[in-house]
């Protein structure tokens, strides 16, 4: 017997949500399942509602585009900002709720997007998704684009640069236990070479049964709230990744006891040369569905941890920590608003000197991608000053 929603429940008004989502771009995957789902009136204006609210127009940048063809490279972030002054709302732009977004395969190079305004609002369609071209008996003209015939790559858009985070990935790793003290180390190199690079072999001792595939850090250095002073994980920097050829072994020695003879490793790729003494972890699996813009639910307010790398400031496109993680709430795809301290100085123009300390000021956003624990990895999308550890971040 076919399951049937309830007429209100949950289920069938998130489904009815996705279907109209969905609809906005001319594409209708789940139609077939829906047929089991049959949408009421009042739950199909709903679903209409939530996913075609778009963005007020004051959102809109002056110079704002009536139509973008969707170009190889294009990201939806790129796009967004074309449009919008905040380009991290997108999600209300293209009016489509979070979870349809976080796969974001349905926006192809080649299609043409319009920008679509009514009622006081915008958003985005795909052109071939609108009307027949005819003036309706309002005085409303429905648009009729003609689109340009062309191959359309088979591979959707991402939602963010991923080529900006994607290194930093494995580079930025964050533990929450110094566990990298005792996890396996390279014990030797080939006729005692003190550096490592690609293509060379490692002897390595420890428990090397959990994974074919390593990464190589080199010892860990904790990261401390500029506040409290409390550790918060251990930063370790990645040095490369490493196969393991064949596990450690034991056979009688020449004296009849047992000699030790480590694993052997082949070093893959190296981003800095590694060597004795640094230690292995397994290569983990990545995913890359969740990096969807969407503000904090709850305020939030900390602090830049550290910035990663050797220097003392960053810019944009760079890597900071924050002290903030999984357990206060932060999420990846979090849009975060960094300020800077304003200044102390010295007020001369009343009947007493006094020292004073003027406003902080917002100047740069922040992407997270990363969360562990208690801290998490942020991508600088814009800046106006150097960032430095012990700046403060928001919600947006």
């Known amino acids: 017997m076919p399951f049937s929603a309830p007429q209100n429940s949950p289920r069938r008004l998130a489904l009815c949500t996705l279907v109209a989502g969905l609809a906005l771009t001319g594409l209708t995957p789940l139609s077939a399942q829906t047929s ?97 071209g005819q003036s309706g008996g309002d005085g409303t003209i429905k648009l009729s684009p003609s689109v340009r015939s062309s191959a359309v790559d088979s591979s959707g858009i991402a939602a963010i640069p991923l080529n900006l985070i994607v290194p930093f990935l494995n580079d930025a790793v964050v533990f929450d236990t110094d566990e990298l003290a005792k996890a396996p180390r390279i014990v030797a190199t080939p006729e005692g070479r003190v550096l490592l690079s690609r293509g060379d072999r490692a002897y390595a001792r420890g428990d090397l049964s959990q994974a074919t595939d390593y990464r190589l850090f080199r010892s860990t250095k904790p990261l401390r709230d500029p506040t409290t002073g409390e550790v918060l994980g251990f930063e370790a920097p990645y040095l490369g990744t490493a196969e393991l050829i064949q596990g450690e072994q034991t056979r009688p020695g020449p004296d009849g006891k047992a000699e030790i003879i480590p694993a052997t490793l082949l070093v893959k790729a190296v981003r800095q040369e590694a060597g004795v003494g640094d230690r292995l972890s397994p290569v983990p699996q990545r995913t890359f569905d969740r990096y969807v813009p969407h503000a904090p639910a709850t305020p939030v307010d900390g602090q830049i941890v550290s910035i990663y790398g050797e220097s003392l400031t960053a810019g944009q496109n760079q890597i900071v920590a924050l002290n903030r993680g999984a357990k206060d709430g932060m999420e990846r795809g979090h849009v975060l608003a960094l300020w800077q301290a304003g200044r102390r100085t010295i007020d001369r123009t009343g009947e007493k000197t006094e020292e004073i300390k003027l406003p902080d000021e917002r100047h740069g956003i922040l992407f997270v991608f990363q969360v562990y624990s208690r801290v998490s990895y942020a991508l600088i999308i814009s800046v106006q000053e150097p960032v430095r550890p012990g700046d403060r971040f928001t919600q947006p």
């Open 36 to 132: 089991r789902f049959p949408i009421s009136p009042e739950q199909r204006a709903t679903a209409e509602k939530v996913a075609q609210a778009g963005v007020p127009l004051s959102e809109l940048v002056p110079e704002a585009p009536d139509s973008h063809t969707v170009k190889p490279g294009d990201t939806l972030w790129d796009i967004s900002r074309l449009f919008l002054k905040s380009p991290w709302r997108w999600p209300e732009l293209w009016g489509m709720n979070r979870e349809q977004i976080a796969d974001p395969h349905l926006i192809y190079p080649g299609q043409v997007l319009l920008l679509v305004k009514m009622d006081g609002r915008a958003r985005l369609q795909l052109a071939q998704g609108l009307g027949s």
